[in-house]
């Protein structure tokens, strides 16, 4: 190698020259043919690093491009980056804009090595290393400057940036080559890997045969092959997606001359799931003996298949199956079980056949509007759309609408009015409380709708599975969710008997129904504070004046019924319809949902919660920080449970509050497609979801759903927030 030692190649002539030989001996040992010094630049050096640029060529001849190198040596201890740096760093920045009669640098990386700090991999270099430099001539047979600022990040146990000012300049004429700078340059572009496309050979007879994304597990699966030598110890290096990709687990496969490498991903801030995306793999091989071959290859990324078919996906039908009947339990769900509680108590005496009935209607209706949903759902997802549990949420026109149904059926039993249509549409269409059998199944399709801002055990799992999987498995899980949302139901009518063992009507069912219409009624208060949440307080005001107006009209036509006034009854109606269809529009008419990104109000207390932004974690842990995501929205039940039970209480509020601690609040209240990639790279599609980085979980620490004091303060621990 050519040692950067005072700006030349041959020390030991200079040496000898200076010893005794005498100025006209030097003079002729500078003639000599193949004795002329390679053209380099001055070295520029710290203490952490020397530099310099060095030509295989001592002139610029005629020639159109000129080899060269950047010749690094890095001191003891110290490392730089490579182009792509992995979970922290910054790559090494050049500006060669003050050359002269320069076109053009093309930088070519070898192969760097992977480094790991307190679980933290980085790409990069150390020691010493040239990157090969293909230096295109504006105006062949002129001299030539090559001038360029880099800017290094080299770190040992600190990281400190570094500038070189490098320079090198080749004189005009004859461009005589030298075979030692040459055969440096040419060292270390052997170590660079050549583009090759997918199933083509590279160096060694190496391969890329293809890569696969699985959200479900948050892997990367590379294929790779060899034609030659078996393979020994294979490697990749993952660039593009916006994502940080670890180390591989490598299977070997056909006696070494196949290898199959699962590559965690790490996060992808602000991207879409990975399949479909454009990659470059860099496939690296080293050998026992030192050597090393490698292949680029520029892909696109495939969905990885299912595995197992049937075996993986019954095993989640049951995991769906129950998650469906533990939601039953969240909040969102208790106002519409009240509803048909009350339903069941005044069925008491009727035939069986009614009850059962009523209740397979019921349970019909919660299964269809899942399936629906499920279907909605899988046809966002083939076109390309990002997608999530409870997303309709996110829409102000179907909180509008939701809270102006709940407004509604609180004044309908509060006594304000009853519904009392033409004896052929009640026929079919059924009371307010559900005595029909379009009544029964809109009570149940009704449950689902309210079930959505709630999350359960269990429940992520089988979304999660679902939404990373074709329309058929999707339809397949969220079927066995609405089997076990209806499952209530369901057991009622195979078991109609049941009912007797409720108590008889009396007076204290008045009392009930008033208490159902408060909680009805504080849930279409809470839909309307998300909605301001979302649009304006001006906008709820006006869809709830709405919505009551609406009622006002019904309870004017119960009047009109009451006093045989046909022709008010006849004209109230269509009015009140008119007026609930105005208050789901208003939030289209009057204002506008907030864009992707675009914060919402906070639902937390403190003002220590700061915006979710993926790229700032690793950094952060860098630092020895501890980060704590909260992915939560402002409609979502179960995260305000979290919030209110857990989050914000003693002693987890108080170990958030802790210095090293940095909070994130992700919020989804309105559309936001960086955390919803975010969520899917987890293979997470509902929310809360909560993640704990740190030195020592880099990677993360998934949270469950339903959060405990014990959870929160473990994952803190483990993640390295007590150190």
């Known amino acids: 190698m050519i040692p950067i030692l005072n700006g030349c190649r041959r020390p030991a002539a200079f040496a000898r020259a200076i010893a005794g030989v005498g100025f006209v001996a030097a003079l002729a040992v500078l003639a000599t043919p193949g004795a002329a010094a390679a053209a380099t630049g001055p070295v520029s050096g710290d203490a952490t690093s020397d530099a310099r640029l060095v030509s295989a060529v001592d002139a610029a001849g005629d020639r159109t491009t000129v080899p060269a190198g950047l010749q690094l040596q890095l001191k003891v201890g110290w490392k730089t980056y490579w182009r792509s740096p992995g979970d922290a760093g910054l790559p090494p920045r050049m500006d060669w804009s003050g050359s002269a009669n320069v076109k053009s640098v093309a930088v070519r990386w070898p192969v760097p090595h992977r480094f790991s700090t307190l679980g933290i991999e980085t ?37 400190v940036p570094v500038t070189h000012d490098l320079r090198l300049d080749l004189p005009a004429g004859p461009a005589a ?77 056909d006696g070494g001359r196949a290898a199959v490498l699962t590559i965690p991903v790490a996060s992808a801030p602000g991207s879409a799931p990975l399949a479909g995306k454009p990659l470059t793999i860099t496939a690296v091989d080293r050998t026992a003996g030192g050597g090393t071959r490698a ?109 102006a149904l709940l407004l509604v059926f609180a004044a309908n039993l509060a006594g304000a009015f009853e519904f009392r249509l033409p004896s052929a549409a009640m026929s079919v269409l059924g009371q307010a409380g559900g005595n029909g059998p379009a009544g029964h199944f809109a009570m149940g399709a009704f449950a689902t709708l309210l079930a959505t801002p709630c999350s359960a055990p269990f429940l992520g799992t089988a979304v999660g599975f679902a939404l990373a999987r074709g329309p058929l498995e999707i339809l397949a899980v969220f079927g066995a969710l609405g089997i076990g949302l209806a499952a209530p139901y369901l ?189 899917a790279q987890h293979g997470r599609y509902g929310i809360p979801y909560n993640m704990v980085y740190g030195p020592g979980a880099p990677r993360g620490i998934a949270l469950p759903e339903l959060l405990s004091s014990n959870a929160v303060l473990d994952a803190l621990g483990q993640a390295g927030a007590g150190s």
């Not at 880099?150 to 040992?156: E, G, H, Q, R, T």
């Not at 075996?311 to 769906?320: F, I, Q, S, T, W």
């Not at 069925?347 to 899942?370: D, K, N, P, S, Y």
Request: charged fraction near 15%.
């Open 123 to 159: 790409l990069g270099y150390k020691g010493d290393i040239v990157l090969p430099l293909t230096v295109t001539v504006e105006r062949p047979g002129e001299p030539v400057t090559l001038h360029g600022r880099i800017d290094l990040l080299v770190c040992s146990d600190i990281c």
């Open 177 to 253: 080559p030298d075979a030692d700078a040459a055969t440096l340059i040419g060292r270390f572009d052997a170590q660079v890997p050549r583009l090759r496309g997918v199933g083509e050979a590279g160096a060694g007879g190496l391969t890329v045969d293809g890569v696969a994304a699985d959200p479900v597990q948050g892997t990367l699966t590379l294929r790779l092959s060899s034609s030659a030598l078996p393979l020994t110890a294979p490697e990749a290096y993952v660039e593009g997606g916006d994502g940080t990709f670890g180390t591989p687990d490598v299977a070997l496969e």
């Open 295 to 403: 292949v680029e290859t520029a892909l696109t990324v495939t969905a990885a298949a299912p595995d197992g078919g049937l075996a993986d996906l019954v095993p989640m039908l049951a995991v769906a199956l129950l998650g469906g009947l533990i939601l039953n339990l969240m909040p969102c769900v208790l106002p519409v079980l009240s509803l048909k509680l009350m339903t069941v108590i005044g069925q008491q005496g009727l035939e069986r056949r009614r009850v059962r009935h009523g209740f397979l209607a019921t349970a019909a209706g919660a299964i269809a509007a899942m399936l629906v949903l499920g279907g909605m759902l899988a046809a966002t997802r083939m076109a390309g759309g990002l997608v999530g549990w409870g997303m309709q949420f996110q829409q102000p026109v179907f909180i509008a609408a939701m809270a």
């Open 491 to 679: 057991m009622v009518a195979a078991l109609p008997g049941t009912i007797r063992l409720l108590p008889r009507p009396g007076r204290w069912m008045g009392v009930l129904r008033r208490l159902l219409a408060v909680a009805l009624g504080g849930t279409a208060v809470w839909l309307l504070t998300v909605l301001a949440a979302q649009t304006s307080m001006a906008v709820a005001g006006i869809v709830a004046a709405t919505a009551m107006a609406a009622v006002a009209a019904l309870a004017a036509a119960f009047v009109g019924s009451l006093r045989g006034g046909d022709r008010s009854r006849r004209a109230a109606g269509p009015v009140a319809v008119l007026l609930l269809l105005a208050s789901a529009g208003m939030p289209s008419l009057l204002s506008r949902t907030a864009e992707p990104g675009e914060a919402t109000p906070s639902i937390s207390p403190s003002a220590r919660w700061q915006k979710f932004d993926e790229a700032d974690i690793a950094p952060l842990v860098a630092q020895g920080r501890t980060v704590f995501v909260d992915v939560t929205a402002d409609w979502c039940v179960t995260c305000i449970v979290n919030k209110r039970l857990v989050l914000d209480r003693d002693p987890v509020a108080g170990a958030l509050s802790d210095g090293p601690v940095v909070t994130m609040k992700a919020d989804m209240t309105s559309p936001n497609d960086a955390i919803m990639a975010y969520l």
